[in-house]
């Protein structure tokens, strides 16, 4: 079992609607939580963390953490054009790194 | 402007060769990583650092060595060892854990072509 699992994707959603990403990680130890964008051929760039049970909100992005069910997911309200990139999900197990999924890539359409 | 500066962006190298990436921050970050970024694939940790003169091996160092003589650089070599180097390498940065939230910074990344 992958420790950080997310699916490939591509998961397309339409100009306007609400884009869900979901991630699920094997270690119950696991702090903190990172949802990166990585447009192509880029680096990855924070978009939120999440350490505490539930939804934490910031502009249009909101995390959303379970760690009975040990998923996270990233919502993107009113989704752009300028939002299809690579999101990537990265989970701190307590010791001295990160460990990232695959990514999701998502499309928007105008 | 705070950040990590890495080079080359681009960089060729032919077969049997070494190479050797730089990556420099003025963060005043003490934890320092590489990773290896292969298409439509996640990122993989090859090195990290959390103090100078101290490194440890991530999930694929083979074929990879580093050093950290300063705190500000993290230089990764890519070594004629390492089967399969065409790749996007980047390098970050962090507070060191148990500081901050452990967020990582990113540089711009350097790509490898192997000819």
């Known amino acids: 079992q992958k420790e950080v699992e997310q699916n490939s994707g591509p998961l397309s959603v339409p100009e306007g609607a609400i884009a869900s990403l979901n991630c699920t990680y094997s270690?119950?130890?696991?702090?903190?939580f990172f949802w990166y964008r990585q447009y192509s051929g880029k680096s990855p760039e924070l978009i939120m963390f999440?350490?505490?049970?539930g939804d934490k909100e910031d502009g249009r992005f909101t995390a959303q953490l379970n760690k009975a069910s040990q998923y996270v997911s990233l919502l993107i309200r009113d989704s752009q054009p300028s939002d299809s990139a690579t999101y990537l999900c990265a989970v701190n197990n307590g010791f001295q790194k990160l460990v990232f999924g695959t990514g999701t890539r998502l499309l928007v359409s105008p | 402007d705070g950040g990590i500066t890495q080079s080359p962006k681009y960089l060729f190298r032919k077969e049997g060769q070494n190479v050797t990436l730089s990556c420099e921050q003025n963060?005043?970050?003490?934890?320092m990583y590489w990773y290896r970024q292969d298409p439509g694939q996640g990122l993989r940790l090859i090195y990290y650092?959390?103090?100078?003169?101290?490194?440890q091996k991530g999930d694929i160092a083979e074929g990879y060595s580093v050093s950290r003589e300063k705190k500000e650089s993290f230089p990764l070599t890519v070594t004629s060892a390492q089967k399969n180097p065409t790749a996007f390498y980047l390098c970050?940065?962090?507070?060191?854990?148990?500081?901050?939230?452990?967020?990582?910074?990113f540089g711009e990344g350097s790509r490898l072509t192997v000819l």
């Open positions: 270690d119950r130890g696991s702090q903190s």
């Open positions: 970050a940065s962090s507070i060191r854990l148990g500081q901050g939230t452990g967020e990582l910074f």
């Open positions: 650092s959390q103090i100078v003169n101290d490194f």
């Open positions: 999440i350490y505490s049970n």
């Open positions: 963060l005043n970050h003490d934890a």
